[in-house]
């Protein structure tokens, strides 16, 4: 089927992004081991409990096994926070709202309506992949550019979970609008 607009689409082509993500993963596995980004936050809160805790941090199995804080867990995290704060907003094709326009529409124009609802949403996320022993990156991106069936199953999951949600919250706002 013939593409039928003919005005550009702002972000990377399909092709090159592959790469650059296989790229990515390559060289994060070459120079440190497996991605761990939900294991940056666990680093952190080890040093918080070895501050406040000392016995609780060292009677557990899995602070043990997990590098602590100042280690490049954390770098990671906080690397990927600046590297999308910074591209999103360095680009001049895509436009970086911090209210998207059918949030507006359904919720109000409050910021900390916003922020709170996405803080909450990516804290779930983050709690669920912990609980899970692992986290999304390592799964998905990781799992998945290995061909892994669990890794597959899990892009399936979380993308057809994502499309839910995005229903259940935003209802028919978006039917039948520009929501861009």
Not at 97 to 108: A, H
Request: proline share 6%; aromatic share 16%.
């Amino acid at each position: 089927m013939e593409h039928t607009n003919r005005q550009p689409i702002p972000y990377w082509n399909w092709i090159p992004a592959a790469f650059a993500l296989a790229g990515i993963v390559v060289f994060i596995f070459a120079t440190y081991g497996p991605p761990a980004s939900s294991s940056g936050f666990v680093s952190t809160l080890k040093g918080f409990f070895e501050w406040v805790a000392p016995d609780y941090a060292a009677s557990k199995a899995h602070y043990q096994a997990i590098a602590g804080p100042g280690s490049w867990l954390f770098a990671f995290v906080l690397g990927m926070a600046i590297g999308g704060f910074v591209a999103g907003r360095t680009s001049k094709k895509i436009p970086v709202r911090d209210m998207p326009p059918i949030w507006q529409k359904r919720f109000g124009g409050s910021r900390a309506k916003r922020y709170s609802a996405t803080f909450f949403g990516g804290f779930l996320i983050l709690f669920g992949s912990r609980l899970a022993g692992g986290c999304t990156l390592g799964l998905f991106i990781s799992g998945s550019t290995q061909l892994a069936v669990s890794g597959l199953y899990f892009g399936i999951v979380i993308f057809a979970v994502a499309m839910l949600t995005a229903r259940l919250i935003f209802g028919k706002t978006a039917q039948g609008e520009d929501i861009q």
